[in-house]
């Protein structure tokens, strides 16, 4: 059975990586191994970070720091290689850096964790394009825009009694709001992207059209975007949150859905006969919601169970993943700046905090981030009481005390096993510190 290629074409990307440097040998050194970089991407050991969508962003002026001894660096879009290596007295895996190429171009430097400062500042440079390609792409454009004609669509296509408006309203509460007010903060000309990042509010324009011909119903599959990327595989990727957690509360979302879908169609010809659930459908996948690859309409129970948790895990899941950790990661200036500098004191291939941004710049950071990833308004299937129908009632407060009494405990202890092996821990699927859906 033929399967489809995981995450990148090395040929490729071996188009765009700096020849001069031994990619081969820096694989070969870290993995302690005498196989060819062939060979070690075959055993599908080499991870990659490629931001297509960053490639020639335009440089706006800085407005935020105009001191004549510093110039902003332009964007970049550099490429990151990792490997999948073995400890050898625990026999587990872990992702250890091999290079950072600091742009996309054949004759960019390539710098190595050997490299002093400059891998210092080759990480800054990979943290800056991550955080804008994060913000725009995946969580603006791939959960905001995205997930709004499924809300707005909602109250037109279906009566407020239909069991599955019931409890989507609350999956869908507010989207607009942010969406609406939050938007133009955040793109309009002289707003947060012209004033954090080198591609400001035209660069911002530019992604979010890219990235709309990628947003399509294939981002709501959790499993299977996880499996295209390569990061499926838990011996080689042991270590990864955001999958181990957003499977877990996948699970229970997937197990909800069933069973409250069960309440209200008895079988798959329950689903066919309903003309709500159809004209909500037509109009997403037509020239209204223009959602591609959703179907228009559908037949089966299964089907419905698997739309319904698609549009829950995005709003849920998805957002939290994208948003929430901006209060750890971006709080803190060095470790998630928005700009680099050169500057006339700091000898070029030096690391210096005449580099990072100044302190209008920061507290511009500061402020942007905390608006974002500081509130939550609910937590994640606390409606239950809310709902009209008793059984209703009792299947939504069985599973909300589900998460609150089994999940989250398990998911706490998971966190402080991840703080003893010297790991990061990941609070942001915690259930409750999970909202129903998007709210900033």
Not at 6 to 25: I, T, V, Y
Not at 248 to 255: A, C, K
Not at 346 to 362: A, C, G, I, Q
Not at 410 to 427: A, I
Request: charged share 25%; net charge negative.
């Amino acid at each position: 059975m033929y399967e489809a290629p995981k995450g990148l074409d090395w040929e490729e990307l071996e188009e765009l990586l700096n020849p001069n440097f031994d990619w081969e040998a820096a694989v070969q050194k870290t993995l302690e191994t005498d196989d060819s970089l062939i060979e070690v991407i075959d055993q599908g050991r080499i991870y990659a970070l490629r931001y297509e969508f960053m490639d020639n962003l335009p440089k706006e002026p800085d407005l935020t720091d105009h001191d004549i001894k510093r110039e902003m660096w332009n964007t970049y879009s550099p490429i990151a290689l990792f490997a999948s290596v073995q400890n050898f007295v625990t026999k587990h895996n872990h992702l250890v850096p091999l290079a950072i190429q600091m742009d996309f171009t054949p004759g960019s430097a390539v710098y190595s964790p050997e490299d002093g400062d400059n891998w210092m500042l080759a990480k800054l440079n990979l943290q800056i394009t991550d955080l804008g390609y994060s913000q725009i792409v995946e969580h603006l454009a791939k959960v905001h825009f995205f997930m709004e004609p499924f809300c707005v669509i909602l109250r037109r296509a279906m009566s407020s009694k239909h069991p599955l408006h019931q409890i989507l309203k609350y999956h869908c509460r507010d989207v607009t709001i942010p969406n609406s007010i939050g938007t133009p903060a955040l793109i309009d000309e002289g707003e947060y992207m012209d004033q954090l990042f080198a591609f400001g509010s035209n660069g911002t324009g530019r992604l979010l059209t890219d990235a709309h011909k990628i947003a399509t119903w294939e981002v709501t599959d959790f499993r299977g975007e996880l499996k295209r990327r390569g990061l499926d595989d838990k011996e080689l990727l042991p270590y990864f949150p955001y999958r181990d957690d957003g499977e877990q509360i996948l699970e229970v979302i997937e197990n909800m859905v069933k069973e409250y879908v069960d309440l209200y169609y008895y079988g798959d010809k329950d689903v066919k006969k309903d003309w709500e659930l159809k004209d909500y459908l037509s109009e997403l996948s037509g020239r209204y919601g223009k959602i591609k690859g959703l179907p228009d309409s559908i037949d089966t129970k299964q089907e419905l169970y698997d739309i319904v948790t698609r549009i829950i895990s995005q709003l849920t899941i998805q957002h939290a993943a994208v948003n929430y950790p901006l209060s750890d990661y971006a709080q803190y200036i060095p470790n998630l700046p928005t700009k680099l500098y050169n500057d006339t004191r700091v000898e070029e291939s030096e690391f210096d905090v005449l580099r990072l941004p100044n302190r209008k710049t920061s507290s511009i950071e500061a402020s942007f981030t905390k608006s974002l990833a500081l509130y939550r308004f609910d937590t994640i299937f606390d409606y239950g009481n809310n709902l009209k129908e008793t059984r209703a009632v009792k299947l939504l407060n069985r599973y909300f005390g589900h998460l609150m009494n089994v999940v989250q405990p398990e998911m706490q202890q998971k966190n402080q096993q991840r703080k003893e092996d010297g790991d990061l821990t990941y609070p942001y699927l915690i259930p409750r510190w999970l909202p129903n859906g998007i709210q900033t």
